[in-house]
């Protein structure tokens, strides 16, 4: 499977407010208000899993960089799971011993 970077603008980004202004400022071909929304989806994330404040910029950068390339098509959503659905195994009966006695 190929290997891709994801571009980042800037080495690092002082606050949020910076990284959302760049990141409206790379994807003008979408809507500001997308970008934002799927920055603050990935912040939500790292909130979520406990990802350290000091690592969180440049993941949420990443993350959403990679989400809104997905959209516009620049790459492929290739690791997404397949959303096929899969045959479930038929439940097996209760054995006679587990059979509650009355």
């Given amino acids: 499977m190929p290997s891709h970077t994801i571009p980042r603008c800037c080495a690092?980004?002082?606050d949020w407010a910076q990284l959302s202004?760049?990141?409206v400022a790379?994807?003008?071909?979408a809507h500001a208000g997308d970008v934002l929304a799927e920055l603050s989806r990935a912040?939500?994330?790292?909130?979520?899993?406990g990802l350290p404040a000091s690592e969180q910029l440049e993941v949420a950068e990443?993350?959403?960089?990679?989400?809104?390339l997905v959209r516009a098509g620049k790459i492929s959503a290739a690791v997404r799971l397949d959303p096929e659905l899969h045959p479930r195994r038929a439940k097996e009966p209760e054995s006679?011993?587990?059979?509650p006695t009355g």
């Fill in 12 to 14: 690092s980004h002082s």
């Fill in 21 to 23: 202004e760049h990141l």
């Fill in 26 to 29: 790379d994807f003008t071909n």
């Fill in 43 to 49: 912040r939500q994330a790292l909130d979520f899993v």
């Fill in 62 to 68: 990443l993350m959403t960089r990679h989400e809104m």
């Fill in 96 to 99: 006679a011993s587990s059979a």
